[in-house]
């Protein structure tokens, strides 16, 4: 399945949360779902859930999803 890289903009303090519970071996819902509409708003179909990759080092601060998409959507 081909992946599908999604950043989506964050403030600190929600990427400092994110990365913790990632750390944990939990999820962020928010960003999970926001991450898995992004996909859908790009006219893909998710084959998996997100995984968080990681944050960004600069600014904008963003968290960075990657997503299994189908093949049989197109943008």
Do not use: C, Q
């Amino acid at each position: 399945m081909p992946l599908m890289r999604i950043h989506l903009d964050t403030d600190p303090t929600t990427a400092r949360r994110v990365l913790a519970l990632h750390r944990a071996g939990r999820h962020h819902h928010e960003s999970r779902d926001a991450a898995r509409s992004e996909v859908w708003r790009h006219g893909r179909t998710p084959a998996a859930e997100p995984v968080f990759v990681g944050v960004t080092n600069g600014k904008p601060l963003r968290l960075i999803y990657d997503v299994e998409v189908h093949f049989d959507t197109t943008p």
